[in-house]
């Protein structure tokens, strides 16, 4: 049963982009979905707490029913860091808290995809980065590259730290975010030969397309 990280080469990637579409790809296949966003920033204050719009589109995209605080246990207000925002709110992340979200999400489904924050090694706390859960979790990972300039560089980057902890990099998506990026072929061609792992879908840059364009997009070569 896929157990997903989807982590992205930097903040702005398009990563909740993707991993709602991976969520609408698996329950195409009748598969139970979960989705989790452990730890978010930037969250809108509401009548029922803060809320984070990437955690709201992944609850709208998975298939089975969760409460947002599993969905979502940790909120903050600031567009900043998550380590610095918990700070500023007088908060540590307790990880035993996430296992237990993680797991009651785990049991009710077929497949669960996390997505973290920032990049691979955004922190969480003074010691501790999403890449820490990831392993704590020994969830296989799903590389969102925003194609731009010097994606090569951080592509090739992230996927050997997350080989240097001892984790599959089971796909990567190239995910167009600069409309004027040039030799985007060439480039993408260099992500297929230097990156072990399989490409699971080049998607072009069109902000107006939904996820579930993105999705039919990626359905021919989900992780099995």
């Not at 560089?153 to 001892?166: D, F």
Request: hydrophobic fraction near 45%; aromatic fraction near 6%; charge should be neutral.
């Amino acid at each position: 049963m896929p157990r997903l990280f989807v982590t992205g080469t930097d903040t702005g990637v398009g990563k909740t982009r993707i991993a709602a579409a991976l969520c609408m790809a698996y329950a195409a296949r009748r598969m139970r979905v979960a989705a989790m966003k452990p730890v978010a920033s930037g969250c809108t204050r509401t009548p029922a707490g803060l809320r984070n719009e990437d955690a709201e589109a992944l609850l709208g995209a998975m298939t089975v029913r969760a409460a947002y605080a599993d969905v979502n246990p940790y909120a903050f207000e600031p567009a900043i860091a998550p380590h610095i925002a918990a700070m500023e709110a007088g908060c540590s992340i307790d990880f035993g808290l996430l296992d237990g979200c993680y797991e009651r999400l785990c049991r009710q489904s077929d497949v669960t995809i996390v997505e973290g924050a920032g990049g691979w090694l955004a922190p969480l706390d003074g010691t501790r980065t999403f890449a820490d859960l990831a392993v704590r979790w020994r969830l296989d990972v799903i590389l969102v590259v925003g194609l731009r300039l010097g994606c090569l560089n951080h592509a090739l980057l992230t996927a050997e730290a997350i080989e240097g902890r001892g984790l599959r990099l089971v796909g990567w998506v190239g995910n167009s975010v600069d409309p004027d990026f040039e030799r985007r072929e060439a480039n993408t061609d260099t992500l297929r030969l230097r990156l072990a792992a399989n490409c699971l879908g080049l998607i072009p840059y069109s902000p107006g397309s939904s996820a579930r364009e993105v999705a039919n997009a990626l359905l021919s070569a989900l992780p099995e």
